[in-house]
């Protein structure tokens, strides 16, 4: 249990932006197309989750692998995990 709320706590902070944007391209799309296309906002979303990754983690932050560590995490677990749940996210979206 320890685990799975660290891995929460860590995508919490690229969860929201990635949505968010994910969610203005999407209208963008509308606007330009006329029609709701969940597809784009699915593959948006796993792909700028993946990009705020980075940037969040490894650019602006990459002290923040010390605390996730304390915690049992490493890297690539935080990696694999994020992978996962972006293309969980994806597949629900998808899904709608």
């Known amino acids: 249990m320890r685990i799975f709320l660290s891995v929460m706590l860590f995508y919490k902070k ?3 932006p990635a949505f968010i944007l ?3 391209l999407g209208i963008l799309a509308y606007a330009l197309s006329g029609e709701i296309s969940f597809i784009i906002v699915a593959i948006s979303y796993v792909l700028l989750s993946v990009l705020f990754h980075y940037f969040i ?3 602006m932050n990459p ?5 996730y560590y304390n915690l049992g995490l490493s890297r690539y677990h935080l990696w694999g995990a994020s ?3 972006s293309l969980f996210f994806g597949l629900i979206l998808l899904s709608v």
Do not use: D, G, H
């Open 63 to 67: 002290r923040q692998y010390y605390f």
């Open 14 to 16: 690229i969860a929201v």
């Open 83 to 85: 992978l996962l749940l």
């Open 57 to 59: 983690y490894e650019v």
């Open 22 to 24: 994910s969610m203005v």
